[in-house]
């Protein structure tokens, strides 16, 4: 099976062991889960579900961190359209981290990328988005004292200072090779791995002393780190950035990850009700032609996108996912159930992050950054 | 015979006529320099001797100031170092046009540029030689109100916001055939372009109004406008920006330009009366092996480097600079004297520079633009 994962494209069904290898990154250990979870206080099912499935150097910060010293998260989003649960995910996790290192945690909105990336998008559009997506990192409940989100444009000052010292340290070659880049790629987008990879550094240039990055995200942001970042840090006297990475949120068709080009694929946070009924009617399930043949032969969760929902999002408790999952293949759970009650889980979930997001708006002059 | 002129590189004996047929300008006429003396109220040397010798658009820039309208002047410096008297030589052509116009100058300092493009140099160097370079601009006497100087990496905000939409614009294919950027190129140096074209729109962007820009430099830097600014500016609606291009300054040698990289070569506006009585002494002329021998023959001022510092900057009478001319050919003028008169003048204009110099370090608040 053919799949394909970069920073701008990720196709057909992902192979995530494959990655670990194609990307040369580590396995999450259940050992260094246990190490995690005891520092956190409190266990999390991104962990025991391996939907985090993959670091680089996570156990070094671990190390790092026990030793009495303090390391920065460092996670972003590329503002091209609105926020949905997929881009929630790692924000979610990365508040479970934050509480458990009361780390400060570094934001990075990349209007100019997806302004640069997207012909049709103006950069008044990106940067609106940044500030629309910069509200949803906020209902997560970050920190407010110890979380910096920037915009790229409007802390450009700050953070072109470092991108050129990375990208004098970069050829055209290697960023050819991390990102497949043609000479039909515009210039700017050449570049903008540098600005990306800026902020790995901005702890460390910030408090005048040593403070690593440890950044999560989905896996297809790790050639930033693993082909620019990393690779200068050395020559830049830099401590190189760690990296923990998530699974992609499947979306709501057959296959793929939630995308927001494919709105039927996606919940996003600003959808109502009837969107989330709407959408949840039309998702794809594992579920029989017929309700008398599905009680007969029961449903397939394995490859139903609704099932998926609960096991990524909507049920924490791994006995209640079982249960799901079994009365699903008895034939005992049918779609029409299952599908409401996922939908009202996911309508109460978006009512109190739309009632945070709401309130975000007040407090955006907590967390925002600007030269 | 051989020559090569890129914004990087200057090599070989210089055919400026070539030139403006391998850049595809356009030669300044009789008609055009008259009709800007008028303007000014009064002439200058440097179009009599054609030291401004080629533009692009000037005539369609005096068109729309004599409509009515506003244009900006824009030129800059790479502070790689101190600064010589070849970088003055635009800046004091700049100064006679803002004064005739009464135009605003934005003056940019790439010690990003700089940094990115020299193995051996360090930000914070090239950001130290910008502060010393605009103290040099300063002094040349621009108009406080309407002059606004900036070092890219303290501008950057106002800055990238402009140069990502110029960039999204080009691609490799194109900065590549225009700067002979190749695979080992760095990446920045590769964005750079984009930077040194955003402050021709600027202006525009600061005024909200159409209000082109009029870039007075040597002819080495027309690739970013002929290449890289001009080629955009259609596409994202901003005026193209209009250029006038002047000769290098001849350097002390027997051949090339004035050139920082090759101290004896140049003369620094930091240089001491000893400095400048050293240089001058061992510069190369066209005198005779003897004293005897150059009474009997006359001298031969056309390859003479002194006699060069006095056609392009130390005696603005044209009369009295056909006498030196005269008199060393026929042998009536000595190398000797025509060298002290020449050290002479320069340590007088140095003098009044170094002053205005030091001046300007309590005056740099009034020009400098930060975000």
Same mark, same amino acid.
């Given at each position: 099976?053919?799949?394909?994962?970069?920073?701008?494209?990720?196709?057909?069904?992902?192979?995530?062991?494959?990655?670990?290898?194609?990307?040369?990154?580590?396995?999450?250990?259940?050992?260094?889960?246990?190490?995690?979870?005891?520092?956190?206080?409190?266990?999390?099912?991104?962990?025991?579900?391996?939907?985090?499935?993959?670091?680089?150097?996570?156990?070094?910060?671990?190390?790092?961190?026990?030793?009495?010293?303090?390391?920065?998260?460092?996670?972003?989003?590329?503002?091209?359209?609105?926020?949905?649960?997929?881009?929630?995910?790692?924000?979610?996790?990365?508040?479970?981290?934050?509480?458990?290192?009361?780390?400060?945690?570094?934001?990075?909105?990349?209007?100019?990328?997806?302004?640069?990336?997207?012909?049709?998008?103006?950069?008044?559009?990106?940067?609106?988005?940044?500030?629309?997506?910069?509200?949803?990192?906020?209902?997560?409940?970050?920190?407010?004292?110890?979380?910096?989100?920037?915009?790229?444009?409007?802390?450009?000052?700050?953070?072109?200072?470092?991108?050129?010292?990375?990208?004098?340290?970069?050829?055209?070659?290697?960023?050819?090779?991390?990102?497949?880049?043609?000479?039909?790629?515009?210039?700017?987008?050449?570049?903008?791995?540098?600005?990306?990879?800026?902020?790995?550094?901005?702890?460390?240039?910030?408090?005048?002393?040593?403070?690593?990055?440890?950044?999560?995200?989905?896996?297809?942001?790790?050639?930033?780190?693993?082909?620019?970042?990393?690779?200068?840090?050395?020559?830049?006297?830099?401590?190189?950035?760690?990296?923990?990475?998530?699974?992609?949120?499947?979306?709501?068709?057959?296959?793929?990850?939630?995308?927001?080009?494919?709105?039927? $694929?996606? #919940? !996003?946070?600003?959808?109502?009700?009837?969107?989330?009924?709407? =959408?949840?009617? @039309? &998702?794809?399930?594992?579920? *029989?032609?017929?309700?008398?043949?599905?009680?007969?032969?029961?449903?397939?969760?394995?490859?139903?996108?609704?099932?998926?929902?609960?096991?990524?999002?909507?049920?924490?408790?791994?006995?209640?996912? $079982?249960? #799901? !999952?079994?009365?699903?293949?008895?034939?005992?759970?049918?779609? =029409?159930?299952? @599908? &409401?009650?996922?939908?009202? *889980?996911?309508?109460?979930?978006?009512?109190?992050?739309?009632?945070?997001?709401?309130?975000?708006?007040?407090?955006?002059?907590?967390?925002?950054?600007?030269?």
């Amino acid at each position: 099976m053919v799949f394909k994962v970069t920073p701008w494209e990720v196709k057909g069904k992902v192979d995530y062991n494959k990655l670990i290898n194609q990307f040369g990154t580590k396995p999450i250990t259940d050992d260094l889960i246990e190490e995690l979870e005891k520092i956190a206080g409190k266990s999390h099912f991104f962990l025991r579900r391996k939907i985090f499935f993959s670091h680089r150097d996570f156990d070094n910060i671990i190390k790092w961190y026990k030793a009495g010293n303090e390391f920065a998260l460092y996670t972003g989003r590329g503002p091209s359209g609105n926020t949905h649960l997929g881009h929630l995910l790692p924000w979610i996790f990365t508040k479970y981290l934050q509480d458990a290192f009361d780390a400060e945690l570094y934001f990075q909105l990349t209007d100019d990328e997806k302004f640069m990336y997207n012909p049709d998008l103006t950069l008044e559009q990106t940067h609106n988005f940044a500030y629309e997506n910069a509200l949803d990192v906020i209902a997560i409940g970050f920190k407010p004292k110890k979380t910096f989100i920037f915009a790229n444009t409007d802390y450009a000052n700050t953070l072109y200072k470092i991108a050129i010292k990375v990208a004098k340290k970069t050829t055209f070659s290697t960023a050819k090779a991390v990102f497949g880049f043609t000479n039909e790629t515009n210039t700017g987008m050449i570049f903008f791995p540098a600005m990306q990879a800026a902020p790995c550094f901005l702890p460390t240039i910030l408090k005048g002393k040593e403070v690593p990055a440890l950044i999560p995200a989905a896996i297809d942001q790790d050639p930033y780190w693993r082909g620019i970042a990393r690779a200068v840090a050395d020559k830049l006297n830099y401590p190189k950035p760690a990296q923990i990475h998530c699974m992609f949120l499947p979306g709501l068709g057959e296959e793929g990850k939630m995308s927001a080009s494919d709105p039927d $694929s996606a #919940i !996003f946070t600003t959808d109502s009700e009837k969107d989330v009924d709407k =959408k949840i009617a @039309k &998702a794809f399930t594992g579920g *029989r032609a017929t309700v008398e043949e599905q009680k007969r032969k029961g449903g397939i969760p394995e490859v139903c996108s609704i099932y998926k929902y609960y096991y990524f999002l909507f049920e924490e408790d791994d006995k209640k996912l $079982s249960e #799901i !999952f079994n009365n699903c293949r008895s034939g005992n759970l049918l779609c =029409k159930e299952c @599908k &409401a009650e996922l939908a009202s *889980r996911i309508k109460r979930f978006l009512k109190k992050h739309q009632d945070a997001r709401e309130k975000a708006k007040d407090k955006l002059d907590l967390f925002i950054v600007k030269d």
